[in-house]
């Protein structure tokens, strides 16, 4: 299972991205993925999350600004990020839980930083 997380970069305040995760050997079906991120100085959170049968669930504090969606057929799970603010500046993980064997799966990172 690799997990690779893409569509970090350097945006303006008030701007708006898609951060795309795309998870080879596996089905999706079988795996809850979520978002997090990992802020300078701060610990991992957790952003939204889209279950095995494709519900979404964005963190309360995410929920005006954040969508989350998945195509099984390709195997990615994409994270639009919108009104983004300097606190957004973070590095996003994606991570892929087995829900059957319990197994987590993590990829690389991609960081985002919002400035002027």
């Known amino acids: 299972v690799q997990l690779q997380a893409s569509g970090g970069g350097l945006v303006q305040p008030g701007g708006s991205l898609r951060l795309s995760c795309t998870i080879s050997?596996?089905?999706?079906?079988?795996?809850?993925v979520t978002w997090y991120r990992q802020r300078p100085g701060n610990q991992r959170e957790r952003v939204a999350t889209i279950t095995s049968g494709g519900v979404p669930n964005v963190a309360d504090a995410a929920k005006a600004r954040v969508t989350i969606s998945r195509d099984a057929t390709r195997g990615t799970v994409d994270l639009q990020v919108n009104g983004l603010t300097p606190e957004d500046t973070a590095t996003y993980y994606c991570?892929?839980?087995?829900?059957?064997?319990?197994?987590?799966?993590w990829g690389q990172g991609t960081l985002v930083t919002v400035s002027s």
């Open positions: 050997g596996i089905n999706l079906n079988w795996f809850d």
């Open positions: 991570n892929a839980y087995e829900i059957f064997q319990h197994i987590n799966y």
